[in-house]
């Protein structure tokens, strides 16, 4: 005979949101009542249900595999309110352009066209649309009186309009 359906009491269990049904069928799927499965029994209660997601798909399966065990509720909640993620397609873009720099100065003062040929005009890469500049001067030559012309040097060097977007 077929195990008994979690959605035993349709009448109920339809008045109810996705989110809490999936809550109650892993509820029911715990024993400990602690709201924690192990990793091959959370996989296996998600097979049985269609919580809106790819239950397959190797991008659930590389998610899945980053725990032990599963905090079911916490995992619904955190489904539901992000919208359901149905591949990689559907994350967030978190590619970053970084654009990195790093000067021996020698005991001197860099000028603000030094810096732009460095950020915007080297032969090994530009700045232009990178997400984080950083820009390391070492060797920097700092004298009480040149401290005004170093503040927002790199700022200055960018240009008011690149300089804007960080």
């Given at each position: 005979?077929?195990?008994?359906?979690?959605?035993?009491?349709?009448?109920?269990?339809?008045?109810?949101?996705?989110?809490?049904?999936?809550?109650?069928?892993?509820?029911?799927?715990?024993?400990?009542?602690?709201?924690?499965?192990?990793?091959?029994?959370?996989?296996?209660?998600?097979?049985?249900?269609?919580?809106?997601?790819d239950v397959g798909s190797q991008h659930f399966n590389d998610f899945v595999d980053q725990f032990s065990t599963v905090d079911s509720a916490r995992f619904v909640d955190t489904l539901y309110a992000h919208g359901v993620p149905t591949g990689p397609e559907s994350q967030p873009k978190l590619d970053l352009k970084v654009w990195l720099g790093f000067v021996k100065l020698d005991d001197k003062i860099p000028t603000r066209p030094?810096?732009?040929?460095?950020?915007?005009?080297?032969?090994?890469?530009?700045?232009?649309?990178?997400?984080?500049?950083a820009l390391f001067l070492t060797d920097l030559f700092i004298h009480p009186e040149s401290t005004d012309n170093l503040r927002q040097l790199l700022r200055k060097a960018m240009g008011e309009e690149r300089a804007r977007h960080y």
């Open positions: 005979p077929a195990p008994p359906s979690p959605w035993h009491n349709e009448v109920n269990m339809a008045s109810i949101s996705a989110a809490e049904k999936l809550k109650a069928v892993f509820r029911q799927s715990n024993p400990a009542g602690d709201g924690y499965l192990a990793r091959p029994e959370f996989v296996d209660v998600l097979h049985h249900v269609d919580p809106g997601i030094a810096l732009q040929k460095l950020l915007y005009h080297s032969e090994k890469g530009t700045a232009e649309d990178a997400d984080v500049i």
